[in-house]
């Protein structure tokens, strides 16, 4: 257990929906990411919150947006859907250290299926 | 921009055997970090390893240890002894050193099949 908590593990909606992803980071980490995973494209980083503010930006589309709130957890936002929206979401935390030898430590994900 | 390339889709080895996966990298900065993770069919991702570029010595972690050829910029993951529970995607990512809060970027993966 890396101490990530994502809600729900499972989501299946339809094409035009949105739906919001739900992560928790370990307790004391102050940055989370975002990381979209497809049969096609791989592990690609979508965005990264720390303390509240977004630090970077990768490859996140415009119908997609996120937020971390003050207590720290963070949500994901996913509207008009599409089929290529399918995909399984990590999400991640880290230490706020200026050492890259921080692991980055991913909750167990949210499986999207889009119909 | 940082890249890395996993050029092994998939990979078998024995049980019992060690086995190694290729991983390298490009990077214009000096400074970096990186790392091996698992990921098992129940889809978590785990941290296996981890080398920064520094670093005189290949890390180890148990059964796992990193051939690190900086010349090369290559990372390969070495897993010896291996056991019917390493079967999973191993991926190699990095990220730049000079700051800790940034994203990682991941190759596309190997995919490791042990067999009894």
């Known amino acids: 257990d890396s101490g990530v908590t994502q809600t729900p593990k499972h989501l299946i909606t339809a094409t035009g929906q949105r739906v919001t992803l739900r992560c928790s980071p370990r307790s004391g980490d102050l940055s989370v990411y975002w990381y979209q995973q497809s049969l096609d494209q791989g592990l690609q980083f979508l965005i990264q919150y720390y303390n509240g503010e977004e630090r970077a930006k990768g490859n996140i589309l415009e119908r997609f947006s996120a937020q971390q709130f003050p207590d720290l957890h963070s949500e994901l936002n996913l509207s008009s859907l599409e089929l290529g929206d399918s995909a399984l979401y990590f999400c991640?935390?880290?230490?706020?250290?200026?050492?890259?030898?921080?692991?980055?430590?991913f909750g167990p994900g949210t499986r999207l299926t889009v119909t | 921009a940082q890249k890395i390339t996993q050029t092994q889709p998939g990979m078998f080895v024995q049980e019992k055997e060690a086995v190694t996966l290729d991983c390298t990298y490009d990077?214009?900065?000096?400074?970096?970090?990186l790392f091996w993770y698992k990921q098992p069919s129940s889809g978590e991702m785990i941290f296996l390893i981890y080398q920064g570029s520094y670093d005189q010595q290949n890390a180890t972690e148990g059964r796992y240890s990193l051939n690190f050829q900086k010349a090369r910029k290559s990372a390969n993951l070495v897993i010896s002894a291996s056991q019917l529970g390493d079967s999973a995607m191993y991926f190699c990512?990095?990220?730049?050193?000079?700051?800790?809060?940034?994203?990682?970027?991941f190759g596309k993966g190997t995919r490791l099949s042990v067999i009894a």
């Open positions: 990512a990095m990220r730049d050193r000079n700051s800790g809060n940034t994203p990682l970027v």
């Open positions: 990077t214009s900065d000096p400074s970096y970090g």
């Open positions: 991640a935390s880290s230490p706020h250290r200026d050492r890259a030898s921080y692991e980055q430590y």
